[in-house]
């Protein structure tokens, strides 16, 4: 059976918002996205339905070479699925994006995640919740914890994912430049 790879972004992109976000978190990343190619072509999350509102949210395919991306710090992870459970992600998130007016930003599910209490709402997301969603539906990934409560950061600690890159999203979309930036954290001297 043919093996697929998905991807997952962890991104920085130093807004206002995520300067709120990472002062309680006091994590590197505080975005999680999901795509179905190396390339990025295909971004997947909960966030900014426009960019110069943080609060009108919802699902979005993201454009990483544009916007809020285009100075982003980011992780990537990859994992291998086979083809029946990458369709089954597919699927998902296909659904939603073929009713993406239905779905809204879950803004009370981040008030319950800082309580570590989850608050699930119908067709309401934040971006690591959806992710986690997704990747629930390939029925290889499980959670010990509600998908209400994860958060960006639990994706660095998956066992079956594999480090590609690390560094700003703008240089991993230049071939020549991505390959020569790419540092696995575990390499970074102490003090750098």
């Known amino acids: 059976m043919a093996e697929k790879k998905v991807y997952i972004l962890l991104t920085d992109t130093g807004s206002l918002l995520t300067k709120l976000i ?57 994992f291998t699925v086979t083809a029946e459970e990458m369709g089954r992600m597919r699927r998902y998130v296909m659904g939603m994006e073929e009713n993406k007016e239905s779905y809204r930003y879950n803004f009370l599910g981040l008030f319950g995640f800082l309580l570590n209490k989850p608050i699930k709402r119908k067709n309401a997301f934040f971006c690591s919740e959806f992710v986690a969603s997704v990747l629930k539906e390939s029925n290889r990934i499980h959670f010990e914890k509600s998908t209400a409560l994860i958060a960006p950061n639990d994706f660095e600690d998956i066992t079956n994912f594999q480090f590609v890159y690390e560094g700003k999203v703008k240089a991993y979309h230049n071939k020549d430049v991505s390959e020569e930036m790419a540092v696995p954290t575990h390499f970074i001297p102490v003090g750098m």
């Open 22 to 78: 990472k002062l309680y978190t006091k994590k590197a990343y505080n975005h999680a996205s999901i795509s179905f190619d190396s390339e990025l072509s295909e971004v997947y999350s909960f966030g900014r339905k426009k960019i110069n509102n943080p609060f009108n949210g919802g699902f979005v395919k993201e454009d990483v070479t544009n916007g809020l991306f285009k100075q982003a710090d980011c992780a990537i992870y990859s």
